[in-house]
Nanobody
Framework: QVQLVESGGGLVQAGGSLRLSCAASGGTFSTFRMGWFRQAPGKEREFVAVISSNAGNTYYTDSVKGRFTISRDNAKYTVYLQMNSLKPEDTAVYYC?????????????????WGQGTQVTVSS
């Protein structure tokens, strides 16, 4: 059973930065495509970013392009989300997720394993 544990969330002022981490265990990390999603209060969970198993490809939702960077360290079984120039609208619970097989990268159904989430709050 794959387990994912996020960390690194917190309270930050607009324009600031945070780096989220997601540590994986219980599977062969290097075979998983890893994604980040977020859910703001009263809203649906939405796709943020994804990175391929060998880190060769990344993809971002338009609202975070140029501000967020997803990366991974397969030796450490960890995926990261560097978030810069944060805005109040980035406030949400951030979840990491793992997908072993193909599928639409922005679809929650593609991902079989999920973390418990970490809260990010951006004050104006």
């Amino acid at each position: 059973q794959v387990q994912l544990v996020e960390s690194g969330g917190g309270l930050v002022q607009a324009g600031g930065s945070l780096r989220l981490s997601c540590a994986a265990s219980g599977g062969t990390f290097s075979t998983f495509r890893m994604g980040w999603f977020r859910q703001a209060p009263g809203k649906e969970r939405e796709f943020v970013a994804v990175i391929s198993s060998n880190a060769g490809n990344t993809y971002y939702t338009d609202s975070v392009k140029g501000r967020f960077t997803i990366s991974r360290d397969n030796a450490k079984y960890t995926v990261y989300l560097q978030m810069n120039s944060l805005k109040p609208e980035d406030t949400a619970v951030y979840y990491c997720a793992a997908a072993r097989f193909g599928g639409l990268i922005s679809s929650q159904g593609t991902y079989a394993y999920w973390g418990q989430g970490t809260q990010v709050t951006v004050s104006s």
